[in-house]
């Protein structure tokens, strides 16, 4: 998907929310326990459910990988279904991924031909070769941790350099020295820290933000629309806990999507 | 498995060498792909042949994620060999995982229990809460990426913050405050900048570090041991495409365990 198209499905459905698939089988409802693909099960509804109010989904593949193959094979049928489905929707494979470039390469292949998601997120620790064999891929995606929305985040990317510029400033502006663009190249920016954004818009002015901590992580949408938003929107918000488990009985859908809904609504305030 | 029992089988091996399992059907012999899964295949040959020259084995989890289900149902197949038939090899899955406290806790538990490996590489670009929940599994371990044996290498892991400290060492400060010690971390250390090791070894004297780099990477031998071997070894010496693609034809496992015993036979010179 290329940002134009992006862009446009943001505008025409009001919402820039990205729904997180991080379903892990001790929390969905336990009805669905008894069918053969629980998982599987959980997301189509889910999906069916806050589609009109999304754009993206985002599977966590560790909640994928922790149930062994069986994890894997309700993550490829959801995959599956949503393209089939929904092909206006974002597919991101948050997988954090990071290695040397023969092996970056084989991930990138992995995702954008095996999986064929639209944009997998990648770690900066090992630099350039881990990360432009995924540029390589039209239509497809990097999203770059530059600043993560955890409480580990302090450790290593608020480090000065000599110059005072923190790690994920670094980050940030290396990307750019790398091929990565705001046609090809995504940042995972926090939103537990919404007032960082505006020093990250001075590096990358037009670049699409990931932002995930909204909700169950505290941050508020409000302000990460203040401090990130630009021009073309330039941002795409993940919920995850706060929708998929916003109740846990046969009504799980329903709650979903009013929840969905309701941030759908939120944004639509804040897009011109 | 422990450092004591780690040591030991060192110790009675004489090798630290530990086998990449980067296994690529591009790569590996032609007269294996007609049969119903040449990645095991290969890795069991592989295995059988070098297993006496070797204390543990590393499957790059890309290599097995890019051929989808397949490849994992190839991965799991090679685990189980190793544990039934070389219980006393220490397997390493080398996924180079990272994410916030939850999913972390989530990968640790596939990794350990699902998987049953001894150890997983993780990158510390998330910090502490992204690498705490892998430390609570008794004989399990963390290998932390601290210094990569690629050239990207360069790009954010030598940066000094204001002390002068560069990140690589950073990262090893941080992880003895997280309740990391020699019994339950280790770490990545490349072979491609030997020299490093001493400058390491004053932060992390006891703990083993895992160092790629050597073989196709270009590292010496000789200079890890020299800089990074402590009294108790310390070290696992990881190669991969030197001894796993020693040769591509029916011959292959022969010459990998040609090159294995020549590795183990250097290494042997230098252990006390």
Redesign the interface.
């Known amino acids: 998907m290329t940002r134009e198209e992006l862009y446009s499905n943001i505008m025409r459905k009001r919402s820039f929310l990205c729904v997180g698939l ?1 379903t ?1 089988t001790k929390k969905i409802p336990a009805h669905l326990l008894k069918l053969d693909d629980p998982v599987f099960e959980f997301n189509k509804a889910i999906i069916d459910a806050t589609a009109p109010f999304a754009i993206a989904y985002k599977p ?1 593949l ?2 994928y ?5 069986k994890g ?2 309700s993550l ?1 049928k959801t995959l599956d279904y949503i393209r089939k489905n929904y092909p206006d929707q974002f597919i991101i494979a948050d997988a ?6 023969n ?2 390469a ?2 990138a ?2 995702f954008f031909e ?2 064929d998601v639209d944009a997998v997120t990648v ?9 432009t064999p995924f540029l390589g891929f039209d239509g497809k995606w990097v999203i770059l ?1 530059a600043l ?10 608020y ?4 110059e005072g510029r923190p ?1 994920f400033k ?2 940030l502006e ?1 990307s750019l020295e790398w091929g990565g663009n705001a046609d090809n190249m995504m940042y995972v920016v926090g939103a537990t820290r919404a007032e960082m954004l505006s020093e990250i818009r001075t590096v990358v002015p037009d670049s699409f933000l990931l932002v995930p901590g909204i909700g169950a992580q505290g941050g508020s949408l409000a302000d990460v629309c203040k401090y990130g938003m630009n021009s073309k929107c330039g941002l795409i918000v993940n919920s995850s806990r706060a929708i998929i488990y916003a109740d846990s009985t046969e009504n799980f859908a329903k709650a979903a999507a009013e929840q969905a809904k309701a941030v759908q609504q939120e944004m639509s305030s804040y897009l011109k």
Do not use: C
Request: hydrophobic share 35%.
């Open positions: 991080d892990d966590n560790a909640f990988e922790g149930a062994g193959l894997i094979q490829y954090k991924r990071g290695d040397i470039g092996t970056a084989l991930y292949r992995s095996e999986m770690a900066p620790y090992m630099g350039q070769d881990s990360v941790l993560t929305s955890n409480k580990g985040a302090q450790d290593f990317q480090i000065q350099d000599p790690l670094n980050v290396h």
